[in-house]
Nanobody, 115 residues
Framework: QVHLVESGGGLVQAGGSLRLSCAAS????????MDWYRQAPGKQRELVAT???????HYADSVKGRFTISRDNAKNTVYLQMNSLKPEDTAVYYC?????????WGQGTQVTVSS
């Protein structure tokens, strides 16, 4: 059973940066996609970024050019580098692994951007 643990969230001023990590324990397949989602208070959870491979990544329009998703298959870890943060980026960020038997979610990490 795969288990995901996010870390790296915190409080940052607008314009600052954070790097989120999602460490996977258990057996994961390097070819399976991993995603970062976020959910702000009172809003639906939204997809932020997806990575299948180094050359196969996708981003929400709201974060393009500011966020970068990457993965280290040797460490079973996916990262989300977030630059030029805005107050509207404030949310709980979740990673998700696309297991063949169904999606697996982490517990989330809070990101708060002050203006």
């Amino acid at each position: 059973q795969v288990h995901l643990v996010e870390s790296g969230g915190g409080l940052v001023q607008a314009g600052g940066s954070l790097r989120l990590s999602c460490a996977a324990s258990g057996s994961i397949l390097n070819g399976n996609g991993m995603d970062w989602y976020r959910q702000a208070p009172g809003k639906q959870r939204e997809l932020v970024a997806t990575i299948i491979s180094v050359r196969n990544t996708h981003y929400a329009d709201s974060v393009k050019g500011r966020f970068t998703i990457s993965r280290d298959n040797a460490k079973n870890t996916v990262y989300l580098q977030m630059n030029s943060l805005k107050p509207e980026d404030t949310a709980v960020y979740y990673c998700k692994y696309r297991d063949l038997r169904g999606d697996i979610w982490g517990q989330g990490t809070q990101v708060t951007v002050s203006s």
